[in-house]
């Protein structure tokens, strides 16, 4: 890797440069034809005009600009695909439009991922998502998109992985390891005696101090890990018959935590095992929440996404700031909690939900590939139609990724 530590003489004279390329860079966009397989710059340590340099460069800050030749990288064939996010092949309305809005942080343009680059900066190495279905999405999405650099795509499930694929012309291995609530939790039915009248069916029982074996052995397996927890955090998936017990060191936490309180030391503890157990040079990266969009009512009170265009700017304090208590109101708050748990930590946090609030319109809805789907579990206004919004997730991930590999010299 080239070393990047600049005299204080010459870098005025980058910057100069720097900013010249951009100047030129951006005059002669638009006499490029954009198409996903050439219109990349390649992602070279040679372009210091691209190297996102926080804070300068945010690139969770921006807009969503209209932009006709913007284009997927795939389309429904890809063998990655989940059923009900596959929106080209359940004819979902609107994916045109809905892939045709590119992702302008303010400020400085990026560019997409260039496969073939990426994959080859990541010769050698493995990248694994830990989380929930979000980080599932998150990571079709990315093995869709580098499929293009290589067509010999397998399909990769070891080491807990949920699922996974390996790319054998740069030996790189892309994987997610389900485990919703990050730490390990198990059912509990109700031992008690019938006269127990608090109408529990049985508890589930959170250790707060022991990750998911699903990922509990991985941590010096991958060399960029991206975690999630978040979206099972609530009373739909854990209702009062069936409540989160907290424990630690093999007893209840008392007074018994509710969720929100739990939450925060299951943060704090996993925090603390991957600052412990996962090696400085891994990248560790963590994904704030991926904002839901149910309008009209919650998922199951028939809340719907039927929006053909994102939201405005003005729009989203008041689908999503805590205090005008709408429905989708959890992200901002769980981020809270988030950031201030990674407060401290070497873990990167990818903010990726401000950009996400725009996209009501970029949900499967009620196009689930599925008879009586919707009648069943309602619009899935939560996971994102893919193509789609997390590709541009994968942009910035990608980007993250190689600014931090150009900036240091310990990853080899
Ligand atoms: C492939 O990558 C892994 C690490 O991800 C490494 O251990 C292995 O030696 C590599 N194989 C080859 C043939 O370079
Ligand atoms: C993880 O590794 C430890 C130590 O080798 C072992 O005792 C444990 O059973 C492993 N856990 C899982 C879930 O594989
Ligand atoms: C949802 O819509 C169906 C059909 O229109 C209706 O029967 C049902 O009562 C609605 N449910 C709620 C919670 O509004």
Redesign the pocket.
């Known amino acids: 890797m080239r070393n990047l530590k600049l005299s204080a003489s010459v870098f005025p004279g980058i910057i100069f440069f720097s900013c010249l390329l951009l100047y030129l860079y951006s005059t002669l966009l638009p006499f490029y034809t954009h198409s996903p397989t050439e219109s990349h710059i390649s992602l070279t340590p040679s372009t210091p005009a691209f190297s996102p340099s926080p804070p300068q460069c945010n690139l969770f800050h921006g807009n969503w600009v209209e932009d006709p030749s913007h284009e997927p990288f795939y389309d429904e064939t890809c063998p990655f695909h989940r059923n009900a996010w596959n929106c080209l092949r359940n004819k979902r309305d609107n994916m045109g439009p809905i892939n045709s809005w590119r992702w302008v942080p303010s400020g400085c343009d990026f560019p997409r991922i260039d496969p073939v680059g990426f994959l080859g900066l990541m010769r050698n190495r493995r990248i694994g998502f830990v989380g929930d279905s979000l980080n599932e999405n998150f990571l079709t999405s990315f093995l869709c998109i580098l499929r293009v650099a290589d067509a010999g795509a397998k399909r990769w499930k070891r080491k ?1 992985a949920w699922r996974g694929a390996y790319f054998p012309k740069f030996n790189v291995t892309v994987a997610y390891h389900r485990a919703v609530l990050l730490a390990k939790y198990e059912w509990q039915p109700k031992q008690s005696a019938p006269s127990d009248q608090d109408g529990r069916e049985g508890i589930y029982r959170v250790n707060v101090d022991t990750p998911a ?1 699903d990922w ?2 991985i941590t010096d397996f991958y060399d960029v890990l991206i975690f999630n927890t978040g979206h099972w955090w609530g009373p739909d998936k854990f209702p009062k018959e069936k409540p989160l017990v907290f424990y630690e060191a093999g007893k209840p936490i008392l007074p018994l935590l509710g969720m929100h309180d739990g939450f925060k030391v299951v943060l704090k503890n996993m925090v603390s095992y991957i600052q412990k157990k996962v090696p400085s040079k891994t990248l560790k990266f963590w994904r704030l929440q991926s904002p839901r969009h149910f309008y009209g009512g919650d998922w199951n009170q028939n809340g719907s996404c039927l929006f053909d265009k994102p939201l405005e700017e003005s729009q989203l304090d008041l689908w999503f700031d805590p205090s005008n208590n709408g429905v989708n109101k959890e992200a901002r708050q769980l981020n809270l909690l988030i950031e201030e748990a990674l407060q401290g930590t070497d873990i990167q946090v990818l903010d990726l939900t401000h950009l996400s609030e725009f996209r009501a319109d970029a949900h499967p809805s009620i196009w689930l590939g599925k008879k009586d789907a919707v009648a069943e579990w309602g619009q899935d206004c939560m996971h994102w139609c893919l193509p789609g919004v997390p590709d541009t997730w994968v942009d910035i991930l990608s980007e993250e990724i190689r600014y931090r590999l150009d900036s240091r010299q310990d990853f080899d």
Do not use: H, P
Request: net charge negative.
């Open positions: 807990g074996d509990v052995n």
